[in-house]
Nanobody, 116 residues
């Protein structure tokens, strides 16, 4: 099983980025998929999730700015991030958890830096 996150980078305040997570080795459609982030010195927190039935949830801090989506055919998870601010600076991780076996997998993380 492999989750490969990409799309991070340096962006100015108010800018946008789109993160992508490529999955292999899992039955993509029957996994709950999540994005987490971890800022320096802080714990890892969930940012957004999408269920196998396409139900979505977001952290209050990103509601209205971030959109999570999934491309089942290409086995990719996405996170569209708009109106970014310095508080969004963190390493972003993708996560997959099986609906039935509950096994959990993590990607390696991609760094997002938002300059003020």
């Amino acid at each position: 099983v492999q989750l490969q996150a990409s799309g991070g980078g340096l962006v100015q305040t108010g800018g946008s980025l789109r993160l992508s997570c490529a999955a292999s080795g899992i039955s993509f459609r029957v996994n709950t998929l999540k994005w987490y982030r971890q800022a320096p010195g802080k714990q890892r927190d969930m940012v957004a999730m999408i269920s196998p039935s396409d139900y979505t949830e977001y952290a209050d801090s990103v509601k209205g700015r971030f959109t999570i989506s999934r491309g089942d055919a290409e086995k990719r998870l996405y996170l569209q991030m708009n109106n970014l601010g310095p508080e969004d600076t963190a390493v972003y991780y993708c996560n997959a958890q099986g609906l039935y076996d509950r096994r959990e997998y993590w990607g390696q993380g991609t760094l997002v830096t938002v300059s003020s």
